[in-house]
């Protein structure tokens, strides 16, 4: 088959590579009708994501069609069209048992390499490093998916692909990073990130009964769409002081809520902004977190600093003291993916802005360029493929 292939830093290839099978009894293979980059791809591209190896296939965002399922797999049949989670859960360990799918005990073989960074391990993930798994992921003509009678989830007849395909990442991370931030009735959420998650952020806010959402970014294109398609207002913070506009438009006191979805590389124009660019240029840092240390200093006391954005390593200058003295409530993604919930969301068609979201549509395997298409992304425009 031919997949989309990892050789190092700005260097991914369409590549022949051996059909996946069945290697464990719950198990199933799953033919690709629909795939999508993601944004934390583009840290993949950029180098900073170690245990990667040349030839890694990547992508983590797919669906598809059931084409063989393993002896044990009781779940799925041939022919079922299935959206599959990035996230790889057993199902049966302590924290499966609690939805809390990203955390799977037992999904990880290379758990040991997270347990020495982080302290413990989270679950496997598809085309995402090999401390992650080391799994062959989803922009490819089939993968194998592991424990597949507990992460994919079939899709209802009439309910289209480009519906769903979403439900895979960064809906389910949109609508979790605004869960987290407890939205009580009138509540104002403000979103670093304008992007496909971040505007999923603000379509959940809104959705969770949030009386304001501001949304703030550099891109003109991901403001428009965050103020005409999610009616949120807006701050252009190459035009404007990120903080003391918030503090203008929330009367002195800061968003109830703030959202970070950005992750580990956020752009700016501060000092720290600078510092965080020379200390990842020379590789003494993994991280530049200008938008989380924006969102803490941003909100208010009492609030929550919600963070679906991804981080790798090891962060710098931290505003710990800030969150300390203003008693935030900090809080990161372990994703539940309540995927029958968002599904519900998307097939009652309430104002949830999926299909505005794909920009920038092609054959991903006919030999697309993924470098452009992951910097399309990064200006909002989702490339993602049809095979």
Known sequence: M????????????VERVPDP????????????????????????????????????????????????????????????????PFTIACGRCYFCERQMWSACDNSNPNAWMLEELYGFSGSGLFGYSHMMGGYAGGQAEYVRVPFADVGPYKVPDGVSDEQVLFLTDIFPTGYMAAENCNITPGDTVAVWGCGPV?????????????????????????????????????IDLTQADVYESLKDMTGGRGPDACIDAVGMEAHGNTIGDWYDKAKTATMMATDRLGALRQAIHCCRKGGTVSIPGVYGGLLDKVPMGA???????????????????????????LPV???????????????????????QFGELRSCMGRL
């Open 353 to 375: 802005a999926v299909g505005v979201l794909f920009r920038h549509a092609e054959a991903l395997l006919s030999g697309p360029s993924f470098k452009t298409g992951s910097r």
């Open 323 to 349: 969150a300390f003295g203003k008693g935030l409530d900090g809080r990161a993604i372990v994703c539940r993916e309540d995927l029958c919930v968002l599904l519900i969301l998307i097939a009652s068609e």
């Open 198 to 234: 971040g505007q999923f952020c603000i379509a959940s806010a809104w959705l969770l009964g949030a009386g304001r959402v501001i949304g703030i970014d550099r891109e003109p294109e991901r403001l428009r769409m965050a103020a005409e398609r999610n009616k949120a207002e807006v």
């Open 21 to 84: 099978r069945i290697l464990n009894p719950r198990d199933a293979i799953v033919k690709i009708t629909l795939t999508a980059i993601c944004g934390s791809d583009l840290h993949l591209l950029d180098g900073f994501i170690p245990t990667m190896k040349r030839g890694d296939i990547l992508g983590h965002e797919f669906m598809g069609e059931v084409v063989e399922v393993g002896p044990e797999n009781k779940k799925l049949n041939v022919g079922d069209r299935v959206v599959v």
């Open 2 to 13: 031919k997949a989309l292939c990892w050789y190092g830093t700005n260097d991914v290839r």
